[in-house]
């Protein structure tokens, strides 16, 4: 008689069932928290060569925002 395989559980396989995860998984259980946590965007490849990191995206959009306050104001100040 052959022994079967003991596999490590590190190992993986080609497929899974339902009976090899533990009782009570639920798949994407905390993908809700996770993205109300978090605001990820993807940028054009362009976009990215000119804001290679967050930062420099943030400090472009701020930018941008201070711009268009001043803006409002301007407006509203000279009664437009």
Known sequence: MKKAKRRSPDDLRASYTRADFPKGFVRGKY???FAAGSNVVR???ELH???PTSEAVDEALAGILRVARNVRL????SGR
């Open 49 to 51: 060569a000119a804001f």
């Open 74 to 77: 301007t407006k509203r100040s």
């Open 43 to 45: 940028l054009d490849p």
């Open 31 to 33: 993908a809700a928290r």
